[in-house]
């Protein structure tokens, strides 16, 4: 009844399918590296799970890694949190950073999970909850789609557990009948399981999440039986800060999570950073053309995110409108994989202002009225009198018209 893993029906391609992987992981003695995942199954996904996409780095990762590991885990916590930050193993493994930020907060992130309580990532949109969770589940787990998406519609069953109807008419409750959640799944296997966006869920359905975080077991009244969590098993849930009004946790199910809160990156230069290597990773995953960075126009709008956002010029003289939008990380990172392809495809293969305007002000301009105004208020008292921005300003004054 367990669906198989990913069963590749492409044939394969000549060479494509050698495990690039097996050059740097000699047989290490004991290591437990996953056989159940072919290497490079899914790499023909237009946006494979992190388990594929960093196999090589979680490989070397388990090699090099002698430090304890918590009962199922693939790897030791500080290895995990290696991962997620990036470092450069005895071997010359180099493991690249997925997550920029504070290290005391990914540490605390990767404790938490091998303690009996659940982990809750809080933080306004954009500033890579769902991305540190999925990375977390994959070098935790080796598996990052134990998942359930949270929305208003979210019913109990995704939770604990559905039936198969025909089973269930032809032969009555049974446990060939049953259809586990992928939280049920996760218990069951001591995994790490996921659940995004927490606080959109109705608040019944959260309240099914009490009883499996404090008591560790799912039962089943229908067979008088209960699905008991194995250890390795544990919780992340993403919740966003901006989702007011939408159902708040319940003091019970709050008291069950260790909250950790995802800031905004500290500097302009980490959001560069953070940037420009996003944007490297997609337009590779999506065979862009490849065109000049253009590390200034990156920079530019990163410039412009961060003063709308902050709603203050950078040097603190010039007090701003904020636009009502979010202005994230994620939502340069789109604008500037835009700009690049537009860049590749119609422009000189460069980056170059008139290649991010228009990204920048759909971004900015989310409400016609006030957000309209808040810009070309910026426009006309920042972009226009800044050094080395007329360029910029002459293609935003095109793309606003
Ligand atoms: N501090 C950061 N470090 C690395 N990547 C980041 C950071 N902040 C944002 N990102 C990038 O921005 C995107 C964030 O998207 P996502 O995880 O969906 O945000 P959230 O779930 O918080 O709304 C990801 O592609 C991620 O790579
Ligand atoms: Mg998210």
Redesign the pocket.
Request: proline residues 11%.
């Given at each position: 009844m367990t669906v198989p893993a990913t069963t590749p029906t492409t044939p394969a391609t000549p060479g494509a399918a050698t495990a690039p992987a097996a050059a740097n992981t000699p047989p290490a003695p004991g290591a437990a590296t996953g056989a159940a995942r072919a290497p490079g199954a899914g790499a023909e996904a237009l946006r494979p799970h992190a388990e594929d996409a960093f196999a090589d780095e979680l490989a070397a990762l388990a090699a090099a890694d002698d430090r304890p590991r918590p009962a199922r885990w693939r790897l030791s916590p500080w290895a995990v949190a290696t991962y997620l930050q990036g470092g450069v193993l005895p071997d010359g493994t180099v493991i690249t950073?997925?997550?920029?930020?504070p290290r005391r907060l990914v540490e605390v992130a990767v404790t938490t999970l091998a303690t009996d309580r659940a982990l809750l990532l809080l933080?306004?949109?954009?500033?890579?909850?769902?991305?540190?969770s999925e990375h977390l589940a994959a070098a935790v787990s080796g598996d990052s789609t134990l998942l359930v998406q949270g929305t208003a519609g979210t019913p109990e069953e995704a939770v604990r557990y559905g039936w198969n109807y025909a089973q269930l008419l032809a032969h009555g409750p049974s446990r060939d009948a049953l259809v586990p959640s992928p939280l049920m799944r996760a218990m069951s296997e001591g995994m790490t399981a996921r659940v995004e966006e927490l606080t959109r869920i109705p608040a019944d359905v959260q309240d099914a999440l009490i009883t499996i975080l404090s008591e560790k077991t799912l039962p089943v009244p229908e067979l008088g039986q209960e699905v008991q969590a194995v250890r390795g098993f544990n919780l992340i849930a993403?919740a966003?800060d901006r989702d007011r009004g939408v159902n708040e946790l319940s003091s019970a199910l709050r008291r069950r999570f260790n909250t950790v809160v995802?800031p905004l990156?500290a500097t302009a230069q980490?959001e560069v950073d953070?940037v420009s290597?996003?944007v490297d990773q997609i337009g590779r995953s999506l065979d862009l053309p490849v065109a000049q960075e253009g590390p200034a126009e990156i920079r530019r709008v990163v410039t412009v995110f961060r003063e709308l956002r902050e709603g203050m010029t950078t040097d603190g003289r010039t007090k701003l409108k904020s636009p009502s939008g979010t202005l994230?990380?994620?939502e340069a990172?789109s604008v500037v994989t835009n700009g690049l392809a537009l860049a590749a495809h119609f422009g000189d293969g460069v980056l170059r202002p008139d290649d991010v305007a228009a990204g920048i002000l759909g971004a900015v301009v989310r409400d016609p009225g006030t957000d309209r105004v808040a810009w070309q208020e910026y426009l006309e008292t920042v972009v226009r009198e800044r050094d080395g921005w007329k360029d910029f300003y002459r293609a935003c004054r095109e793309v606003s018209a």
């Open positions: 950073p997925k997550y920029v930020g933080g306004v949109p954009g500033t890579a909850k769902t991305w540190v993403t966003n995802l990156p980490d953070i290597r996003r994230s990380t994620a990172i």
